[in-house]
């Protein structure tokens, strides 16, 4: 954690973690703090880029998006333009949710999200194995939910 959070700056984050649409003058009550100082301590943390953006969740299975597949991949060749090029192409698919570089035997792990499983064969027939740069790829299925969260372990971390 970095040494410029203090209490009252993890208490703010932990807020708009669990509640992006809270208000300044919520928060302030809540850590004793007046709104003009709390509403700077925010400024900061966005200016410094510990608050990067502020989003909506969407419920994925409420809007009919089944399927979670964690995807390993290998690449044909591990040299730094064919890793560029393929990183480039895959944050074009909005399928892809994550995307990570691993140590071990995969060079990358995909999160994606699809409607149905015909979407995501269709998927990965026509737009992922159809690129050159892909040798190897398995797939994963999730099949229950146990924890998905977006909260970072912030009292963890002092």
Not at 29 to 56: A, D, F, K, T
Not at 121 to 139: G, M
Not at 140 to 148: D, L, P, Q, R
Request: net charge negative; glycine share 4%.
């Amino acid at each position: 954690m970095s040494n410029i959070l203090g209490k009252q700056d993890v208490e703010i984050l932990k807020m708009l973690q669990r509640d992006a649409t809270i208000s300044t003058a919520a928060i302030a009550e809540r850590i004793n703090l007046s709104q003009s100082p709390c509403w700077r301590r925010i400024n900061r943390m966005e200016e410094e880029g510990l608050i990067q953006g502020r989003v909506v969740l969407l419920d994925r299975a409420r809007l009919g998006m089944e399927v979670v597949v964690f995807a390993t991949i290998n690449l044909t060749s591990t040299g730094r333009q064919n890793l560029m090029s393929f990183e480039q192409d895959i944050v074009r698919h909005p399928e892809v949710m994550e995307c990570y570089t691993m140590t071990g035997i995969w060079d990358y792990m995909l999160k994606i999200v699809t409607r149905d499983i015909r979407h995501y064969e269709d998927f990965v027939r026509n737009t992922l194995t159809a690129s050159p740069a892909i040798r190897e790829l398995h797939s994963h299925m999730a099949v229950t939910e146990i924890k998905n969260s977006t909260e970072l372990p912030l009292d963890t971390q002092l």
